[in-house]
């Protein structure tokens, strides 16, 4: 138990498919973000939220989409996605900062056909 | 152009074998370098260095920072088959409090 909690843990989806990736942390922290993770790359920090503002949108492609409801929760909203971005997408949070120490989840591995 | 490299890549060794791992830094504004391991699923904390020469010990795993040379080492000595995972190096840097993440070193220790 990591304390950030991921799901779904797997996910296969079609291009024209719409889902969403849920995390939630129960560490009382301030700030989470979204990360991918793929082969031979360095991890990819994509969106930061502090106290629920979103800070950061390090030129994702607007078929990924963030929302922070509270600052217990994140959610990644997947549209019309390719096939490149077929990867782990990792949940962190951390007290305050991204750099902090970070708290991540098991991550959700998205296929996409 | 901000980055981490760390090395080597990858490495197998003998259970009771020491390793040493290295992360080399060039980002402006160096703030802090956090280790993490990574097995199959969270990457999970292992330490975070802010200050140069002071070790950080936590068991068998121990780090330390050199801002003059602009390395880490991550050293873990008596290895076990549990430390089998990717180590991962991460730099806070500039006045925005970013984060450069290196590669990793996919460790493999063999029984």
């Known amino acids: 138990e990591t304390g950030v909690t991921q799901t779904p843990r797997h996910l296969v989806m079609g291009m024209t498919n719409k889902k969403s990736l849920k995390c939630e942390q129960h560490?009382?922290?301030?700030?989470m973000y979204w990360y991918k993770q793929s082969a031979k790359k360095p991890l990819e920090l994509m969106f930061v939220?502090?106290?629920?503002?979103?800070?950061e949108n390090n030129s994702v492609p607007s078929r990924f989409s963030p929302e922070c409801p509270n600052s217990s929760h994140l959610f990644l909203h997947l549209h019309t996605l390719q096939p490149e971005d077929s990867a782990l997408y990792l949940c962190?949070?951390?007290?305050?900062?991204?750099?902090?120490?970070?708290?991540f989840g098991d991550g959700t591995r998205l296929s996409i056909l | 152009e901000d980055k981490v490299v760390q090395s080597p890549l990858s490495l197998v060794v003998h259970e009771g074998d020491t390793v040493t791992l290295n992360c080399s830094y060039e980002?402006?504004?160096?703030?802090?370098l956090l280790w993490y391991k990574q097995e199959k699923k969270a990457p999970t904390f292992l330490f975070m260095l802010?200050?140069s020469g002071i070790e950080k010990k936590s068991g068998r795993l121990s780090s330390i920072l050199d801002k003059k040379e602009l390395f880490s080492i991550l050293n873990i000595t008596a290895t076990q088959t549990g430390d089998s995972a990717i180590y991962l190096c991460?730099?806070?840097?500039?006045?925005?409090?970013?984060?450069?993440w290196g590669l990793g070193t996919s460790l493999a220790v063999n029984p």
């Open positions: 939220y502090n106290f629920k503002e979103q800070t």
């Open positions: 980002v402006t504004n160096f703030r802090s």
């Open positions: 802010t200050s």
């Open positions: 560490l009382g922290h301030n700030a």
């Open positions: 962190a949070s951390s007290l305050q900062g991204l750099d902090q120490p970070q708290h």
């Open positions: 991460a730099v806070g840097a500039g006045n925005n409090r970013k984060l450069i």
